[in-house]
């Protein structure tokens, strides 16, 4: 069975190790706070000027002044800093970032990352995105293997416009986690009940297969 | 060295049709509310904004784009504003996008003195259109320039008679960078001291950079997105 939001946000939890400073995107990667390993500390950064994001608020404690990047409420944890979006962005482009977690239309074989514009459709704007990419030294791509009219994801090159350039390292999908090599993409785990074949049918691009592949262990 | 107007109507006189504007925040977060308000009473037209978003359909920016008061925008991201994704995709506003960082290091380098510096976001991307390209490190790099305004419109938690600034939380975003990047900033403040009030640990943003401070008055910080856990 392929995973839900939760469960790709728990896999790609278990990507974090102690001591990280995270940058979670808008979506399934902002879920993945809810699973942080127990016994690991990981800071949280937001782009919009925090270090140390919180839980939600309760609603009588919610501040307008206090928000993540994705202008939802949040709250701040002890120990936690503020600061403006020049400073915020010398985090991130001077590699202080261990990992950025994001969403995408599509991820190419090469690394390659569209995630921001539909043309003639959708134009929202790349907000961080492509500071993100250019510069966080792990980038993991979360999201669904195919979109919603059953189209592959995971493609051979980009149709849409970049946001980056052979910059992604793993993607974690409801079907598997594939890491993009030199060679291209690579299976390296299945999610529970899905098969090397229905993968491979669900990845436009040349998946790499060697031996037997493991399922994501979850528990 | 009093720098105190009445109100923002007082704080607005100056500014003409076709200027070029800073704005504050991010999403409605940090905002010049009350600047914004006065930019809409005024009718001033043809305005080039520099702001990381637009606003909503009937809140911030959003209220000048409706009336169609904006010429031009130089954003990074204008998700969550139908009006404005209505006006790009048919043409009837000039849009630039950028990606955030770049944006804000475009207006801190304008605001220091620093016409061009390199980054790598957006290479291989059509942000890297008609920039020149280089290699640092092994890494490619673009081109971006310093960004400056004719008026930069800055919201302040609070203020001294000076000028001097502190922000709250995540209300400084692009505050900060901005009110040293524009030849006459505006400050709205919610609490306006006395100079030599502010503890000058705490100051972030220097009075040098102020022209005008003023203090706001019915501030509605409206949430974009109110999540609570409960």
Same mark, same amino acid.
């Given at each position: 069975m392929a995973l839900d939001k939760n469960g790709i946000a728990k896999r790609i939890a278990q990507e974090l190790e102690d001591g990280y400073y995270v940058n979670l995107g808008i979506g399934?990667?902002?879920?993945v706070a809810n699973f942080i390993p127990e016994g690991i500390e990981v800071t949280l950064q937001s782009e919009n000027g925090l270090l140390g994001i919180g839980p939600f608020p309760k609603k009588a404690e919610a501040d307008p002044d206090l928000i993540n990047a994705g202008k939802q409420t949040v709250t701040a944890l002890p120990g936690s800093a503020f600061f403006d979006s020049a400073e915020s962005f010398a985090m991130i482009r001077g590699g202080h970032i261990d990992l950025t977690v994001l969403g995408a239309f599509e991820v190419a074989e090469n690394g390659d990352i569209s995630s921001w514009k539909i043309p003639g &459709?959708?134009?929202?704007g790349m907000g961080g995105a492509m500071d993100l990419v250019a510069a966080a030294k792990n980038i993991i791509v979360a999201t669904t293997?195919?979109?919603?009219?059953? &189209?592959? &994801?995971?493609?051979?090159?980009?149709?849409?416009?970049?946001? /980056?350039? /052979?910059?992604?390292k793993k993607i974690v999908t409801d079907m598997a986690v594939v890491e993009v090599t030199p060679q291209g993409f690579k299976l390296v785990e299945r999610a529970p009940g899905v098969s090397v074949e229905e993968i491979k049918n669900a990845t436009e691009g040349a998946l790499i297969v060697e031996g037997d592949i493991p399922e994501m262990n979850l528990s | 060295m009093n720098k105190v107007v009445k109100d923002a109507k007082e704080a607005i006189i100056g500014m003409s049709d076709g200027c070029t504007i800073m704005l504050g925040g991010f999403g409605l977060c940090g905002i010049p509310e009350n600047t914004i308000n006065a930019l809409f009473d005024a009718d001033i037209q043809n305005i080039t904004c520099i702001s990381n978003n637009a606003g909503v359909d009937d809140w911030g920016l959003g209220r000048l784009l409706r009336k169609h008061q904006l010429k031009r925008i130089i954003a990074s991201y204008v998700g969550e504003n139908k009006e404005f994704e209505r006006q790009l995709l048919e043409g009837e506003l000039e849009v630039d996008l950028i990606p955030q960082g770049t944006l804000a290091e475009r207006i801190r380098a304008g605001g220091a003195g620093i016409p061009a510096f390199f980054v790598p976001?957006? =290479?291989?991307? #059509? !942000?890297? #259109?008609g920039k020149e390209v280089r290699e640092f490190n092994g890494k490619m790099h673009l081109m971006e320039m310093g960004l400056t305004a004719d008026y930069a419109l800055v919201k302040a938690w609070k203020g001294d008679t000076h000028g001097n600034l502190i922000y709250r939380a995540t209300a400084n975003n692009f505050n900060n960078m901005m009110a040293a990047a524009g030849k006459i900033t505006i400050a709205e403040v919610e609490e306006l001291v006395p100079?030599? @009030?502010?503890?000058p640990n705490y100051i972030?943003?220097?009075? !040098? =950079? !102020?022209q005008r401070i003023f203090k706001g008055v019915d =501030? @509605?910080?409206?949430? @974009?997105f109110l999540t609570t856990s409960d």
């Open positions: 399934i990667p902002t879920l &459709k959708m134009v929202k293997h195919t979109d919603r009219n059953g &189209k592959s &994801k995971l493609i051979k090159k980009c149709t849409l416009p970049l946001t /980056g350039v /052979g910059c992604v | 976001a957006g =290479y291989g991307t #059509e !942000v890297q #259109e100079f030599g @009030e502010l503890d972030h943003t220097p009075g !040098v =950079y !102020v =501030y @509605e910080k409206r949430i @974009e």
